[in-house]
């Protein structure tokens, strides 16, 4: 499951743009290859984001993966209901499964990012 209406970053992060705010996820194909997440560190409301910088950390039974900030700016939400309920990111990643909203600094950032077709490209789904 890929939606048309999203950016992809090459480390599995979704992006949508909703005006100058970019909300951000893991995509479907991350959260089934990382299996059953148990915990998600996110950043505080507030911190800065880097493009390709780490944001937070998912924790899966099987592993654990750092979260990369696809656009640069600042963090204006975090999604507080993973702290207790991170497996609502195998459940509805694209939903209820968003992570963090950012305040875009440069929103050309979002112009580097892969389109669905070349995200399923990547991820051999094409």
Same mark, same amino acid.
Request: proline share 5%.
């Given at each position: 499951? +890929?939606?048309?209406?999203?950016? *992809?970053?090459? @480390?599995?992060?979704?992006?949508?743009?909703?005006?100058?705010?970019?909300?951000? =996820?893991?995509?479907? *194909?991350? @959260?089934?290859?990382?299996?059953?997440?148990? *915990?998600?560190?996110? %950043?505080?409301? =507030?911190?800065?984001?880097?493009?390709?910088?780490?944001?937070?950390?998912?924790?899966?039974?099987?592993?654990?993966?750092?979260? /990369?900030? %696809? +656009?640069?700016? @600042?963090?204006?939400?975090?999604?507080?209901?993973?702290?207790?309920?991170? +497996?609502?990111?195998?459940?509805?990643? *694209?939903?209820? =499964?968003?992570?963090?909203?950012?305040?875009?600094?440069?929103?050309?950032?979002?112009?580097?990012?892969?389109?669905?077709?070349? /995200?399923?490209?990547?991820?051999?789904?094409?």
């Amino acid at each position: 499951m +890929v939606p048309e209406n999203l950016k *992809y970053t090459d @480390q599995h992060e979704w992006v949508r743009v909703e005006g100058d705010t970019a909300v951000v =996820g893991i995509t479907d *194909y991350a @959260q089934g290859e990382l299996g059953d997440i148990v *915990y998600v560190e996110l %950043p505080l409301v =507030g911190s800065s984001t880097a493009v390709k910088k780490a944001f937070g950390v998912v924790e899966a039974v099987k592993t654990v993966s750092d979260l /990369y900030a %696809p +656009v640069s700016g @600042q963090v204006t939400a975090v999604n507080e209901g993973l702290a207790t309920d991170a +497996v609502v990111v195998n459940k509805s990643p *694209y939903d209820e =499964g968003w992570m963090i909203k950012i305040k875009m600094s440069n929103p050309s950032d979002v112009d580097s990012l892969l389109s669905p077709a070349e /995200y399923k490209k990547l991820i051999g789904k094409e």
